[in-house]
């Protein structure tokens, strides 16, 4: 077991919160892919907190792309992105040393580290180190960009807020790439956020659901068992901080239906095969059927919180009350819309790479 | 990408619905771990259509273990078990061949295999592969139970009517372990499978949620990225056909709740830290944290159904209809359940021997 | 750890020597990859001891295609191979049970498995096990055949006796194809069975050198680090009984030279690129460079041996003699080769599945 | 395939020559290994030229553990570890970019990459990538000596001259980690000096042969098939930059022997089980026996060399000539021997992981 995903494409994530820097190597894409620094600067501010709503950690994010770029493209050896870590303000965690707070993942850390992990902010449990998935998926992104695959998250659900389903979802997916706070309807965007803010206001915290698209991948793609295209990306989306469900097309939603109506009939559209629904969320027997990929994921609310919670002192083994003033957001589902977005592409190069060959996604055999 | 799930405990898949036989390998077993043939008979037993409810295909289900079992007790290398078929109709497939069967990876297939596949009854992607998971998966089950760790699992939901949720866990998996129809509360049972036979009647199929808990799990299992605990149960869950969707404690039921009241406050009872809820169904950052892992998977409706439905000749490339007049059940649901069990159990014995090593689970170094 | 081999194709092996069969699962293969019967069984036969020369156990090696062919073609599925064990006679190792045979893997095993290993002609780590790693290889060499790139071994040394290296590789290849004892020099072919001949007459055993090339492969294939050509190939060729060296290209036998006679200066030849020697064996930084691959295994003598043998009794921890009466070869060189072939082929067609994709080798996309 | 190895601890490479820094991530170690800093950079040092027998190139290879270290200690999360580039001359590569030097990585780089690769020193195919190897492999090396496991490597031939063969193992790693030209004997260093001096003088190069020795590994480990020690030894090892050949115990220098001769007979020695020679390099069927693991590496004189030489201009498709006059080592031989230890290390840290679970190397659990 280790802290890295994939099978042709590799991502492997390092660094603690309140380390030196947090980074990814990601390893196996193709040679000649584009990387423009701007626009993963432009995702990274996607992640970042913003207006009132998030913490008040405000991290430059400035990175270093250490390896695997040469003259503006990748070279097709493992980069790596380097973000070192500035606003830290370690002090807030001393006096929670042996707390395990609620939600988190204190105690169960030193369950297995035995206390040598870095407790400081969370450690390598942080979010933070969404910070590099999100540069490295930033690359994985335009480069499904270019072969046609677009990818699009939006809050579905948040603070007891719906926001419409999507559409037209290319128009949908590139209003929400303009989006910093990724919901369709204006009108649901400004009620998520009072509930947000009221939430703040009273020292809790929000989650929600994120709903995501992907559309433009080629069918066959996946395997039958184990490295289904549902399994794959279950498994990355479920280290996601706080995601704490994934569904693929209707999922629960339909769990009451009938096969007569959860099936998806096919078509022949303008030359092309279709379904007429898309109640399996573009895959069938783990393989790709050509349809938009769609997926749900719950996202808790944000475990930390200014109101006073019970838990136990770890290392005296007794229970004590715990108050948490470090700087959090009442919602992190605002932010982690482009962590998926992210974690989708990275799992997405991946099978394609191993599909088509090592040359598929990159400048070279095309 | 392939039909294997596991690092240290690595089962690997193979074989056709109408083929001469399905199996799997499992290595990475502990020496040393009794292998009781007629527990692997009663387990694959659970997994059979039973009464009314089911396909009318029935399998003997006779196994063969070809390697890695000797005196009574697995070897340590790699156990092969093989599960010749019988009762195979594939006449039933040959008119259908061309025609996408809505729900059904038959075109997906047809995307990745190019007309190479044994499309017989679904060929490799059929629910028949889940007879030799259940096989490996009650020796990985027998393992576990010596080191205390049990799994149930039962129908939370089929057909629109639910049955209680979990209470007294140990109990109920005592009793689950017991039944054919695996529904906690015997009203709710009864009117599941009037639902069934209902859905049967008009030629239609249902589904539902399956709940499974897992008691025992020592704490400090896991990574925090990637290889979550949730990440590779959820990988491996998803491969089970119909599974939709997956969620861990609570998941999408309090996507509309606060963090005050999801966290699950940590208290010391018996000298023991635990949860006073478990709303992180047993995982806090990808880790168990010593309560009981707690888990829903979405089972869609059976996609084989006899009604018409539209579809395409994806040869022809034209629209047509298509009725399913092959044996098959209105509801998978009662049947995945010990699919569910056996695939928690190989993903539980990978996850403890890469912690613990490989003589964990056997009868070696203890 | 587990006994599988590779990343986009694998293989994974299992049964004993004295089990009821022994078998391959390879996974990955392209769909569309003909496979013939006959000649897997003409494969298999290469591997069987022939003449006077080897072991008294005569197995059929009538094998069985349990899954991943349909209609005389690889379905892209798992294939699993099985070939049941006849021949057997287990009185032999009765009384030898406790005592740790020299050469062999008796006490390595006791501390790996705690006695619960299958000790019967070996177990799991028999030379039979060789056999479903040439069924298997068999199908990845046509593979590759149909792609331009063949593979051919020969016993560069035997018994002390050396043959010609390889001169003409398209016209030695094809003849070595012919060839039960694969000497390219019929003199030494005769000299060496006479060593063997001897050795046996001594109760004793012989080794050797076997010289392998591998012609059309293309430039481009193999990672810098880790995923070298010669790491993956090396990893594969040391699985096989009795190998305890590796060499590519000139290896040891220029361990006394400078730089300027090692190198191997490139040309251009008829617009193509070539190296004028191949001291590299057709390897550079790890990568192919287009020209042959060529590499050395060295192959112990049989452990098994009719003279006594000091050695220990490890459940009573003393010493003793063992005289090992069972049926074996005096020399498994002239069996090997075909075994080296196989798994060289497998590990390109993993390489190269990798590269350029699930249907590189199959039928599918050409 | 990618830049990474390992199972349960891995290794994962990243970097080029003259780009901003090189590094490594080490994932998988257990927590509470003591990491001195200054033992890193012991190791380093022995990596980098010395006298006037290397490249002029002189890096002060000052390193930065980015994360996984916490108050001198590992924290089981991922350990990265950076080392800047600093003495950086490009300019010496800028016209031979389109040559394809002897011996190099040049031409079968262009063919894998499309002329996307970082050409400069050799980019990531540079031994410079070896110094985060060694960085890495000296906390693998260290937490292993906790555990009584000792590694050292002697330069057994050189420029053809020979060192003495291991004698007292325990003492003479002892003494060699003392020796930054390691060879036992010392008249042998000198005569080897002075044979690389005279190469250096001809704009030529030597290479050689390097014996490595492992004292107090536990009997069991390894696996019977493909996960070999020797395969998974090897399957590294080849990637150390100019390894050609790999040999296990007696290897390729006993190959005309017989079996009596070769094979290692048992003895029962103060209580405890050995063998009374050791041909195979304590590895039985692929799995250690308890006695020091023992192999050679054959290292290929460095490629890059005054002399002129003929070679391609591959982007022209033409003859011509080239003459290398960058910086460079007229043996690597005498830096690879830390090399080697250092995969080595890392190499068993991973097989012992797996064997006896994530705890076992740190201070955790003992």
């Keep these: 077991m280790n802290n890295s995903f994939g099978r042709n494409v590799v991502i492997t994530l390092f660094g603690e919160s309140h380390g030196s820097a947090v980074g990814a190597v990601l390893d196996g894409l193709a040679p000649g892919i584009p990387v423009d620094e701007s626009v993963i600067a432009a995702q990274l501010d996607l992640r970042r907190p913003f207006e009132d709503l998030g913490s008040s950690r405000r991290e430059a994010d400035r990175f270093t792309i250490v390896s695997g770029v040469f003259q503006g493209k990748t070279t097709g050896s493992p980069l790596c992105v380097l973000i070192p870590n500035g606003d830290v303000q370690s002090g807030d965690y001393e006096e929670l040393r042996h707390l395990a707070r609620p939600g988190h993942a204190d105690y169960a850390a030193q369950c297995?580290?035995?206390?040598?992990?870095?407790y400081r902010g969370g450690g390598h449990f942080s979010g933070r180190l969404t910070a590099p998935i999100v540069a490295a998926g930033s690359i994985a992104l335009a480069a499904l960009k270019a072969r046609g695959i677009t990818i699009g998250t939006h809050l579905l659900r948040c603070g007891g807020v719906s926001d419409r389903r999507f559409d037209d979802l290319q128009a949908d997916i590139a209003a929400l790439s303009e989006k910093r706070f990724a919901v369709l309807d204006s009108a649901a965007a400004e009620a998520m956020k009072e509930s947000i803010r009221q939430a703040a206001a009273e020292g809790d915290s929000v989650g929600g659901v994120l709903e995501t698209a992907v559309t433009g991948l080629p069918a066959g793609v996946g395997e039958p068992w184990f490295d289904t295209v549902e399994g794959l990306l279950s498994h990355a989306l479920f280290s996601i901080p706080a995601v704490k469900g994934v569904?693929?097309?209707?999922?629960?939603?339909?769990?009451?239906?009938?096969?007569?109506?959860?099936?998806?009939?096919?078509?022949?559209?303008?030359?092309?095969?279709?379904?007429?629904?898309?109640?399996?969320?573009?895959?069938?027997?783990?393989?790709?059927?050509?349809?938009?990929?769609?997926?749900?994921?719950?996202?808790?609310?944000?475990?930390?919180?200014?109101?006073?919670?019970?838990?136990?002192?770890?290392?005296?083994?007794?229970?004590?009350?715990?108050?948490?003033?470090?700087?959090?957001?009442?919602?992190?589902?605002?932010?982690?819309?482009?962590?998926?977005?992210?974690?989708?592409?990275l799992v997405l190069c991946d099978l394609l790479t191993g599909r088509f060959g090592t040359d598929y996604l990159g400048g070279g055999d095309r």
């Excluded at 297995?112 to 870095?118: L, N, R, T």
């Excluded at 097309?249 to 009451?256: E, I, L, Q, R, S």
């Excluded at 700087?327 to 482009?338: E, F, K, N, T």
């Design 112 to 118: 297995k580290y035995h206390g040598f992990q870095d």
């Design 247 to 345: 569904q693929f097309g209707a999922g629960f939603d339909m769990a009451d239906t009938t096969g007569s109506r959860f099936n998806d009939c096919f078509a022949v559209e303008n030359g092309q095969i279709v379904t007429r629904t898309n109640h399996n969320g573009g895959v069938n027997g783990g393989i790709t059927n050509g349809m938009p990929v769609l997926f749900h994921c719950m996202v808790k609310p944000t475990p930390s919180i200014r109101k006073i919670q019970q838990t136990v002192d770890y290392d005296r083994l007794e229970n004590t009350d715990i108050q948490i003033n470090g700087r959090h957001d009442p919602a992190v589902i605002p932010r982690a819309r482009v962590v998926v977005d992210s974690v989708t592409a």
